[in-house]
Antibody, heavy 120, light 109 residues
Framework: EVQLVQSGAEVKRPGESLKISCKGS????????IGWVRQMPGKGLEWLGI????????RYSPSFQGQVTISADNSLNTAYLQWSSLRASDTAIYYC?????????????WGQGTMVSVSS | SSELTQDPAVSVALGQTVRITCQGD??????ASWYHQKPGQAPVLVLY???NRPSGIPDRFSGSYSGDTASLTITGAQAEDEADYYC????????????FGGGTKLSVL
């Protein structure tokens, strides 16, 4: 079964760092782009960025460039999203999703989401 | 960058047909894809490309395009179709960027 499994919920203080993960299984991890999507409480989906694990090519939404870092460890079939200094406004659910290859538009497999809560 | 615009809310009577639209310049160049999301759940892909449904998605879901607008049509809406629906596509800049629409809340009455 093709799936993406994300790390568990996090509760952090402003200014702290954080790295959340997304582990792929059931397919060749290095052959598919993995994207990250934010959903703030009660709001819609926002695309943050994407990585191609095969060569670590990474792209960011202009809205999130410099705010987060996306990486991957192919030996672990895992992609990561990290913050060096969290803000309360980073409170959201973060999803990883696999980009399907036929159209290079649709995200066909989604992780279950990681809830990140940032509060003093 | 580019934007995708969706109506915030749409309603449909049980068993009737409803169309949800997504408008944006990038849709003149790139396909749209569609997702539904129910409360507390991750989004699920329901339609992509010209008119492709992933395995397990009922054939009452179909798609079409006209100019800068993509449409998702549900023919014979069921109670379980009540959800938030999002479109997404590529950014028209061609710089390997993606974008989501603001979402449409579908109510099945």
């Amino acid at each position: 079964e093709v799936q993406l499994v994300q790390s568990g919920a996090e509760v952090k203080r402003p200014g702290e760092s954080l790295k959340i993960s997304c582990k792929g299984s059931g397919y060749k991890f290095t052959s598919y782009w993995i994207g990250w999507v934010r959903q703030m409480p009660g709001k819609g989906l926002e695309w943050l960025g994407i990585i191609y694990p095969g060569d670590s090519d990474t792209r960011y939404s202009p809205s999130f460039q410099g705010q987060v870092t996306i990486s991957a460890d192919n030996s672990l079939n895992t992609a990561y999203l990290q913050w060096s200094s969290l803000r309360a406004s980073d409170t959201a659910i973060y999803y990883c999703a696999r980009l399907e290859m036929a159209t290079m538009v649709a995200f066909d497999i989604w992780g279950q989401g990681t809830m990140v809560s940032v509060s003093s | 960058s580019s934007e995708l615009t969706q109506d915030p809310a749409v309603s449909v009577a049980l068993g009737q047909t409803v169309r949800i639209t997504c408008q944006g310049d990038s849709l003149r160049t790139y396909f749209a894809s569609w997702y539904h999301q129910k409360p507390g759940q991750a989004p699920v892909l329901v339609l992509y490309g010209k008119n492709n449904r992933p395995s397990g998605i009922p054939d009452r879901f179909s798609g079409s395009y006209s100019g800068d607008t993509a449409s998702l049509t549900i023919t014979g809406a069921q109670a379980e179709d009540e959800a938030d629906y999002y479109c997404n596509s590529r950014d028209s800049s061609g710089n390997h960027l993606w974008v989501f629409g603001g979402g449409t809340k579908l109510s099945v009455l």
